[in-house]
């Protein structure tokens, strides 16, 4: 069975340093790895998905993810946070099966 | 765009109660999901289908269940609501039979079970 675990259940920053959220998953073959952003009061959106090739993933709003194999790690980072980038974060694990499993998800704060 | 339409976004109804949550999409995907969410749990899934009529069960699907008699349309029941259902529930489709694609989501609906 497949598993995503987010180690860290909130995570504040100052606006414009870095950020690096983390994920780690578990699954048996080569996963399906994504990235979701909730902002307050909406559904979850896509910011970017790894299925092969680059491990080095870019996605929207100037985020991006690098996929590790040998630590079965899929971190989200973004060199400057905006404040717009408060939100709820979640990483998602897909493979064989058609449904994705989610992980519990980090909160972002920022601070200005 | 993708449009998942959620037919509520606060509902509030009373232990027992029987509660339709309504989920259309617009994009003739094959896949619709039902999610609930909590704080600290992330999101779970209570049921999803991938074709007309058919329905398979999630992780939760204990006090649930759930209709899809058009593609479009995928309905979410509690058939005696219950106190420990207040929660978001969240809809979500997609379009392929793989799990590469990507899931397209509703805003939610947060119910309250009183």
């Known amino acids: 069975a497949q598993s995503v675990t987010q180690p860290d259940i909130h995570i504040t920053v100052s606006e414009g340093a870095s950020l690096e959220l983390r994920c780690n998953y578990s699954?048996?073959?080569?996963?399906?790895l994504f990235w979701y952003v909730q902002s307050p009061g909406q559904g979850l959106q896509l910011l970017l998905k790894y299925f092969s090739g680059d491990t080095l993933v870019q996605g929207i709003k100037g985020f991006e993810a690098e996929f590790k194999r040998s630590q079965s790690s899929f971190n989200l980072r973004k060199p400057s946070v905006h404040w717009s980038d408060a939100a709820e974060y979640f990483c998602?694990?897909?493979?064989?099966?058609?449904?994705?499993?989610f992980g519990r998800g980090t909160s972002l704060i920022v601070h200005p | 765009d993708v449009k998942v339409t959620q037919s509520s976004r606060y509902l509030v109804k009373r232990t027992g109660e029987k509660v339709f949550l309504e989920c259309v999409q617009d994009m003739d995907h094959e896949n619709m999901f039902w999610y609930r969410q909590d704080p600290g749990l992330g999101l779970r899934l209570i049921y999803f289908s991938y074709d007309v009529k058919m329905k398979e069960k999630g992780d939760i699907p204990e006090g649930y269940s759930v209709s899809r008699e058009k593609k479009e349309r995928f309905s979410l029941i509690l058939e005696s609501a219950s106190t420990n259902q207040t929660s978001m529930y969240l809809c979500?489709?997609?379009?392929?039979?793989?799990?590469?694609?990507?899931?397209?989501f509703g805003s939610g609906t947060q119910l309250s079970v009183l």
């Open positions: 998602a694990v897909g493979g064989g099966s058609y449904i994705p499993t």
């Open positions: 979500a489709s997609s379009p392929g039979a793989t799990s590469e694609e990507k899931l397209f």
């Open positions: 699954y048996g073959a080569t996963p399906y």
